[in-house]
């Protein structure tokens, strides 16, 4: 009885052994079988089919794939069938041809057909379909088309990476087979394109006139999918004589399985890339030294390669081995083999002591010369050479310091002339929480560095009041600095004050003044930068005219008027602007109005030959009273808005010399028209063609009372301004022609008679405004002892 326990014991035991041992897995087994790194498939697993290699992660039968054999180890299962000599591999139903470790996997397909009988009736069809659920059609191996003279190839089936599916084809047709050649182009051959990420396949061959017209030399279509290596290597009739197919008939075509022709397929591991992989815990099947590759157009999963100088049988059993490129001289590029050096994955080239070089072809190792000492004389001649450039060099350095002190100096006695001392006081006093945050005191470092040291690309405004230039702050801020002319001494306390002024301004359409730099001889100021460009410019400028609406052209007019009532009225300093023309008026990229170049800028200068001539300001748009008794007064403002408001309804330029004599002036040629009723002449069409005739009307009375020739008559700006705002809040109505208001005999007299002459002093360039188109010129006429 115990005798056969122990028996019935060693038979148990032998049981469970042989199950472990023959787990799916091979947990066991793996762990300790020995193999060596050139097996291509798992330890005890076939590596053949036939004369096919299988390499892991595929494998033949459950034991020897990669994968669960119920879940993912599916598409890796190959079967092999033995009942033929030779054997050949399966994948499914499919015959397998090549499998490769770099991602090709190649099967067998058959063609499809479509023959026709003498009379043309359809004698037999068919369809050809393959499928492999897993991985890719290849676009860059295969090649898809039809051969025919009366053919269509018809392609369709599902993609990886989408729901859809696709659909492509192509036609060919030929009229006989004298000029057919072996190139698929379209005559007797075409080919069609597959969308990357294809996993099964259906070819279809068709007929548009079932060969009733070729059927003496071309009784069938036909439709393939094949790889491209074999039209590039075998030269068999099929394959690259079309003359032949096409004389082909049904009893060539009927055996499908003789004609089943090799097309190339993707594979990868898995369905994730390898971070996917990685970060849901799944353990990359890349052994050390590898690679993982997941750039695999309309392709899921990812494959294993050797890392560059490495190499290895198979990457997802083994580790890849370090190439030993020094032992085979056409691996690497040393001069000679015992210059070569291996290192992990690569190699390096160094020449022996006493050698100079790296050792390679093309830089290949030279002795070092012995050292020759040199004759005393030659070293006495070095030596007092050397002296006297270390002489040199240290007087270079005493003098360059000696220049930036001197350059220090001068600078410190700019900002003294230029009112810096007058400024720091402000600063410096009680109300320093209000003015700091409001003024800034650039240095002329930070400048030089804003602007390139004021290169020429960076000038973006000339003119009679200086120069400007855009600059860019540390901040990544875009400002727009002004260099004017030199400021006379005794007006410097009134330059200060207007800069304090001017930059505690809190208006929407005010250009803000950001700061100053006094370090100069001609002070630098600091404006804010507007993007957009002038009044001037979108005025006279065709290819900016576009959306510049009447309504557009009102707003600007009522925003204008409403910074110079602020200026003229409400600040605790009030500020006459001086020289109001649309080319001082910028525009946002919204178009809204920013004012720019008034106050400090304009102070008059200390130039000898310029201090008797105080009246300043562009031609076209100067007051004509300032211009008589010298008297600057908030009405001057008024009038060069007049003449702003013209150019916004007639879009015509203040001063043009190219006009006729009496019709240079646009306030004098506005006025006459006005008198004699004949404002559509001058009128800009394009908006009297939007039907704002009584708003136009109403705009220019308005100009007209601006233009009064006293200017006592002349309304103030905050009467413009609101009139300007009930305006904008008209319905527009029809012309009424006989409401023109006619003009006083006293201006028509004056303004209808000579026009004054202007002294060219710009370029077209003044102050603040950024555009080239601009005539404006700067007035210099009675001498004055104050001119304002």
């Given at each position: 009885?115990?005798?056969?326990?122990?028996?019935?014991?060693?038979?148990?035991?032998?049981?469970?052994?042989?199950?472990?041992?023959?787990?799916?897995?091979?947990?066991?087994?793996?762990?300790?079988?020995?193999?060596?790194?050139?097996?291509?498939?798992?330890?005890?697993?076939?590596?053949?089919?036939?004369?096919?290699?299988?390499?892991?992660?595929?494998?033949?039968?459950?034991?020897?794939?990669?994968?669960?054999?119920?879940?993912?180890?599916?598409?890796?299962?190959?079967?092999?069938?033995?009942?033929?000599?030779?054997?050949?591999?399966?994948?499914?139903?499919?015959?397998?041809?090549?499998?490769?470790?770099?991602?090709?996997?190649?099967?067998?397909?058959?063609?499809?057909?479509?023959?026709?009988?003498?009379?043309?009736?359809?004698?037999?069809?068919?369809?050809?379909?393959?499928?492999?659920?897993?991985?890719?059609?290849?676009?860059?191996?295969?090649?898809?088309?039809?051969?025919?003279?009366?053919?269509?190839?018809?392609?369709?089936?599902?993609?990886?990476?989408?729901?859809?599916?696709?659909?492509?084809?192509?036609?060919?047709?030929?009229?006989?087979?004298?000029?057919?050649?072996?190139?698929?182009?379209?005559?007797?051959?075409?080919?069609?394109?597959?969308?990357?990420?294809?996993?099964?396949?259906?070819?279809?061959?068709?007929?548009?006139?079932?060969?009733?017209?070729?059927?003496?030399?071309?009784?069938?279509?036909?439709?393939?999918?094949?790889?491209?290596?074999?039209?590039?290597?075998?030269?068999?009739?099929?394959?690259?004589?079309?003359?032949?197919?096409?004389?082909?008939?049904?009893?060539?075509?009927?055996?499908?399985?003789?004609?089943?022709?090799?097309?190339?397929?993707?594979?990868?591991?898995?369905?994730?890339?390898?971070?996917?992989?990685?970060?849901?815990?799944?353990?990359?099947?890349?052994?050390?030294?590898?690679?993982?590759?997941?750039?695999?157009?309309?392709?899921?999963?990812?494959?294993?390669?050797?890392?560059?100088?490495?190499?290895?049988?198979?990457?997802?059993?083994?580790?890849?081995?370090?190439?030993?490129?020094?032992?085979?001289?056409?691996?690497?590029?040393?001069?000679?083999?015992?210059?070569?050096?291996?290192?992990?994955?690569?190699?390096?080239?160094?020449?022996?002591?006493?050698?100079?070089?790296?050792?390679?072809?093309?830089?290949?190792?030279?002795?070092?010369?012995?050292?020759?000492?040199?004759?005393?004389?030659?070293?006495?001649?070095?030596?007092?050479?050397?002296?006297?450039?270390?002489?040199?060099?240290?007087?270079?350095?005493?003098?360059?310091?000696?220049?930036?002190?001197?350059?220090?100096?001068?600078?410190?006695?700019?900002?003294?002339?230029?009112?810096?001392?007058?400024?720091?006081?402000?600063?410096?006093?009680?109300?320093?929480?209000?003015?700091?945050?409001?003024?800034?005191?650039?240095?002329?470092?930070?400048?030089?560095?804003?602007?390139?040291?004021?290169?020429?690309?960076?000038?973006?405004?000339?003119?009679?009041?200086?120069?400007?230039?855009?600059?860019?702050?540390?901040?990544?801020?875009?400002?727009?600095?002004?260099?004017?002319i030199k400021v006379d001494s005794t007006q410097v306390e009134q330059f200060i004050n207007e800069v304090v002024a001017l930059s505690q301004i809190n208006n929407k359409n005010v250009v803000k003044l950001l700061g100053c730099c006094l370090e100069t001889e001609v002070p630098l100021l600091v404006y804010e930068f507007i993007s957009n460009g002038t009044l001037h410019d979108h005025l006279h400028d065709e290819e900016k005219l576009f959306s510049f609406t009447w309504d557009v052209r009102l707003r600007i007019a009522a925003e204008v008027a409403e910074v110079l009532a602020y200026l003229h009225t409400t600040i605790s300093i009030p500020i006459i602007h001086r020289d109001i023309k649309s080319a001082n008026i910028l525009l946002d990229d919204k178009c809204v109005a920013k004012v720019a170049d008034?106050?400090?800028?304009?102070?008059?200068?200390?130039?000898?030959?310029?201090?008797?001539?105080?009246?300043?300001?562009?031609?076209?748009?100067?007051?004509?009273?300032?211009?008589?008794?010298?008297?600057?007064?908030?009405?001057?403002?008024?009038?060069?808005?007049?003449?702003?408001?013209?150019?916004?309804?007639?879009?015509?330029?203040?001063?043009?010399?190219?006009?006729?004599?009496?019709?240079?002036?646009?306030?004098?040629?506005?006025?006459?028209?006005?008198?004699?009723?004949?404002?559509?002449?001058?009128?800009?069409?394009?908006?009297?063609?939007?039907?704002?005739?009584?708003?136009?009307?109403?705009?220019?009375?308005?100009?007209?009372?601006?233009?009064?020739?006293?200017?006592?008559?002349?309304?103030?700006?905050?009467?413009?301004?609101?009139?300007?705002?009930?305006?904008?809040?008209?319905?527009?109505?029809?012309?009424?022609?006989?409401?023109?208001?006619?003009?006083?005999?006293?201006?028509?007299?004056?303004?209808?008679?000579?026009?004054?002459?202007?002294?060219?002093?710009?370029?077209?360039?003044?102050?603040?405004?950024?555009?080239?188109?601009?005539?404006?010129?700067?007035?210099?006429?009675?001498?004055?002892?104050?001119?304002?």
């Open positions: 009885m115990l005798k056969g326990e122990f028996g019935w014991g060693i038979s148990l035991f032998l049981i469970v052994v042989a199950t472990l041992l023959s787990s799916p897995h091979q947990t066991i087994g793996q762990e300790v079988a020995s193999f060596t790194d050139s097996q291509i498939a798992l330890p005890g697993c076939p590596d053949k089919c036939g004369d096919v290699d299988i390499p892991y992660p595929f494998g033949i039968g459950d034991k020897c794939h990669y994968g669960n054999p119920l879940t993912e180890g599916i598409f890796y299962n190959i079967t092999c069938n033995d009942t033929t000599v030779p054997s050949f591999p399966t994948y499914g139903a499919t015959k397998v041809v090549l499998i490769t470790l770099d991602g090709e996997f190649r099967v067998s397909n058959s063609i499809a057909y479509l023959c026709f009988d003498i009379t043309g009736t359809k004698f037999n069809h068919l369809k050809s379909w393959i499928s492999v659920t897993r991985f890719a059609l290849s676009t860059t191996q295969n090649i898809a088309g039809a051969i025919g003279c009366d053919t269509t190839g018809l392609f369709s089936g599902t993609m990886m990476n989408s729901t859809g599916g696709f659909l492509s084809g192509c036609i060919t047709g030929c009229s006989n087979q004298s000029y057919i050649s072996n190139k698929c182009e379209g005559i007797g051959c075409c080919l069609a394109s597959i969308p990357d990420g294809v996993t099964n396949i259906t070819l279809e061959a068709g007929s548009m006139l079932n060969h009733k017209y070729v059927l003496g030399y071309n009784p069938c279509s036909v439709a393939f999918v094949m790889a491209k290596d074999q039209l590039q290597q075998n030269h068999s009739e099929m394959l690259f004589s079309i003359q032949s197919i096409l004389k082909k008939d049904v009893s060539y075509f009927k055996d499908a399985n003789e004609l089943l022709y090799p097309m190339v397929y993707n594979w990868s591991i898995g369905t994730k890339d390898c971070k996917s992989a990685q970060a849901a815990g799944e353990p990359l099947l890349c052994k050390g030294n590898t690679v993982c590759v997941d750039d695999l157009p309309g392709q899921w999963g990812y494959r294993c390669e050797c890392k560059l100088g490495f190499t290895g049988i198979n990457p997802y059993l083994h580790d890849c081995q370090d190439i030993n490129e020094c032992a085979d001289n056409g691996l690497h590029n040393c001069e000679k083999q015992e210059y070569c050096h291996s290192t992990p994955g690569s190699y390096r080239c160094q020449c022996p002591q006493s050698f100079n070089g790296n050792g390679t072809k093309e830089s290949p190792c030279v002795r070092i010369q012995k050292k020759v000492l040199l004759p005393l004389e030659s070293i006495i001649i070095l030596g007092v050479g050397g002296g006297v450039i270390a002489f040199l060099l240290v007087g270079f350095w005493f003098h360059w310091q000696h220049g930036n002190k001197e350059i220090q100096k001068l600078r410190e006695k700019c900002f003294q002339q230029n009112g810096g001392h007058i400024l720091q006081q402000k600063l410096s006093g009680r109300d320093v929480s209000s003015l700091g945050s409001m003024v800034r005191m650039f240095t002329f470092e930070q400048l030089q560095k804003a602007t390139d040291n004021y290169s020429d690309s960076s000038i973006i405004g000339r003119g009679g009041f200086g120069m400007v230039f855009k600059g860019l702050l540390p901040n990544n801020q875009v400002v727009a600095i002004k260099r004017s008034f106050g400090a800028s304009k102070l008059a200068p200390v130039d000898r030959e310029q201090l008797g001539t105080m009246v300043q300001g562009t031609c076209g748009y100067l007051d004509p009273e300032y211009m008589q008794t010298g008297e600057l007064t908030d009405k001057s403002d008024v009038y060069s808005f007049g003449v702003v408001l013209v150019e916004l309804i007639t879009r015509k330029k203040a001063m043009s010399y190219a006009n006729p004599e009496n019709e240079r002036c646009l306030a004098v040629c506005f006025l006459r028209k006005f008198k004699e009723d004949r404002l559509f002449e001058i009128f800009d069409e394009k908006i009297v063609s939007n039907g704002a005739i009584e708003q136009l009307k109403e705009v220019a009375n308005l100009a007209r009372r601006c233009l009064k020739l006293k200017g006592e008559d002349r309304p103030t700006m905050k009467e413009v301004a609101r009139e300007l705002e009930r305006i904008r809040c008209m319905t527009t109505h029809p012309w009424l022609s006989n409401n023109s208001v006619p003009l006083q005999n006293e201006e028509s007299k004056y303004l209808l008679g000579e026009a004054h002459d202007c002294i060219n002093n710009g370029y077209g360039y003044d102050g603040m405004s950024y555009s080239s188109s601009s005539q404006s010129r700067v007035v210099h006429l009675v001498p004055l002892e104050d001119g304002r």
